[in-house]
């Protein structure tokens, strides 16, 4: 016998699970099931489950198809109560079944949107911008590319989005265009990104703006180790190529380089076929400010992972709450911060704490002060002052030897050594960014309060439709998980044996336990 029941609608399963889809729109739908199976006693099917969900999504957040009618609303609403924010609407004409066009519709496109406490604070974070895009998991297809970037405390901020057919080379260009334009249009910046040639391309269009005023483009070395994997296929050879490209001189680049090479020589004609300066810190002049990676981004993307099953405004809209709370409540934070007294914040504080002990084993054994020109020595035992290796300091140029103080942009032990040797205070070279009084300019401004609906301004163009081309036309739900490619490779630990701890056998065939006794009873 079954054990649902055939009055158990999924109009009541979705009434029932309205507050849970409310808090998580992506909760499992095995969840579901159990939630009924609790409170009515019935096992429900899975179908039946998973169309309760779609239904309490649509009855919360509105239907996929009506909600594109919505959007010019809220468009409307943000820019009237939102003053300097940044919204650019691309649209495609409508055509009747005659093929003549319908002037009173149009259909979404494109969709960039930033708001103006978010271009606000990027001038006071980190001048790096890091850029991905990721799958929406509604009934239409499409794809949300995004902007972050850093504060001084090592905080993630978003501050631009972007609702696109997909990682084309026109939807990346307009995503950029508008990035340069609107919101980073300072000289000097990173971006960092994956290796699509979408990007690539995009970026090196004079009309996006990136090439004036000057900016550089570097690559992820995850990317770039999961491209190595597909193409050469060893692990090994991926480690080495890994710690080149996180080598912070250029003698310790060479070393893993010489590795490769006589390992398998077509792995390093792959690998010398990038521009070294884009994808090796040990050659990217200190512009990627530490950050080799593009996980900012993709960690803002798992955020947004319960948002990008939403309807499109509602994705819109939950932008704009998500982002109002969390100025709030970094506003606050860093409001009561700049009234502590305290003058750098917590991560530059641990990190020159370290720097600080590591210094106090140094010796500066000459230096020139006219060209604030320093020759630095670390030791093994204080006892001997044996060193283990000497380092040029020059204040002037600042850098080190080392390649920390140009990678990271703050003083490494040796520079903190050097200063002492002339009684000058190291925290001269800490750049503003990591100053609490920087980090609290980036969320300085709010973001102001809509009124209640019924004070909105009534929006009267042309309707805005869907794109009858994007939707899914596959059975079944769309796939909640991303991909796993060998980006996400795990090197899995080697299965001992659990009486001799040794690899490449299991205890029942362990060689090392004798055999039956055969002394007599």
């Not at 290796?195 to 992820?220: E, F, L, M, T």
């Not at 609290?440 to 163009?461: A, C, E, M, T």
């Not at 090392?512 to 006794?517: A, E, I, Q, R």
Request: net charge positive.
């Amino acid at each position: 016998m079954s054990q649902d029941h055939r009055q158990l609608t999924s109009d009541i399963v979705s009434h029932c699970i309205r507050d849970l889809v409310n808090t998580d729109p992506l909760i499992k739908v095995k969840l579901i099931i159990s939630h009924i199976t609790g409170k009515y006693g019935y096992n429900i099917s899975y179908r039946k489950a998973w169309i309760a969900k779609v239904k309490a999504i649509e009855s919360l957040y509105g239907n996929w198809e009506t909600s594109y009618n919505d959007l010019p609303q809220w468009l409307l609403v943000m820019k009237t109560y939102l003053p300097g924010m940044i919204i650019d609407l691309e649209t495609l004409p409508a055509f009747s079944n005659e093929g003549s066009q319908l002037g009173d519709k149009m259909i979404f496109h494109r969709l960039f949107w930033a708001f103006q406490p978010c271009i606000h604070g990027f001038a006071y974070c980190k001048p790096i911008v890091q850029v991905d895009g990721t799958w929406l998991y509604g009934r239409y297809k499409g794809t949300l590319l995004m902007a972050v970037a850093q504060d001084g405390n090592g905080n993630i901020f978003p501050i631009a989005f972007a609702i696109v057919e997909g990682e084309t080379k026109d939807a990346w260009s307009f995503f950029l265009r508008n990035l340069r334009i609107h919101v980073t249009p300072q000289p000097n910046l990173c971006l960092i990104s994956d290796r699509h040639p979408s990007i690539k391309g995009a970026y090196d269009d004079p009309a996006n703006g990136w090439q004036n005023p000057p900016s550089s483009h570097v690559y992820c070395i995850r990317h770039i180790a999961q491209n190595f994997m597909r193409a050469i296929r060893d692990k090994e050879l991926r480690k080495k190529l890994v710690n080149m490209g996180y080598a912070l001189t250029e003698s310790t680049y060479n070393y893993y380089r010489t590795e490769i090479r006589q390992t398998n020589r077509d792995a390093m004609e792959w690998i010398e076929n990038i521009p070294r300066e884009k994808w090796a810190r040990a050659f990217d002049r200190g512009q990627r400010w530490g950050h080799m990676t593009t996980n900012l981004a993709e960690a803002m993307n798992s955020v947004l992972k319960a948002t990008r099953n939403l309807p499109i405004a509602s994705l819109f809209s939950a932008t704009y709450f998500r982002m109002g709370a969390l100025f709030g409540q970094r506003g606050h934070e860093w409001t009561k911060r700049l009234t502590s007294g305290q003058t750098f914040t917590d991560k530059c504080i641990k990190g020159m704490t370290e720097e600080v002990n590591k210094a106090s084993s140094h010796n500066v054994y000459q230096f020139d002060r006219e060209r604030f020109y320093f020759m630095v020595a670390e030791r093994i035992n204080r006892n001997d002052g044996r060193p283990t290796g000497t380092y040029g300091v020059d204040l002037r140029k600042r850098t080190c030897d080392c390649g920390k103080f140009q990678a990271f942009h703050l003083p490494c032990s040796h520079v903190i050594a050097a200063c002492e040797s002339i009684r000058q205070d190291y925290t001269i070279h800490i750049p503003d960014v990591f100053k609490i009084q920087h980090v609290f300019k980036v969320y300085q401004q709010s973001f102001q309060i809509l009124p209640h609906q019924d004070n909105w301004p009534q929006y009267r163009g042309p309707t805005l439709c869907h794109d009858e081309t994007m939707r899914r036309k596959k059975r079944g739900r769309p796939n909640s998980t991303r991909i796993r490619t060998e980006m996400d490779d795990v090197e899995k630990e080697k299965r001992m044996c659990g009486i001799c701890r040794e690899v490449g056998h299991i205890r029942s065939k362990c060689p090392n336990v004798s055999g039956p006794s055969n002394r007599p009873p």
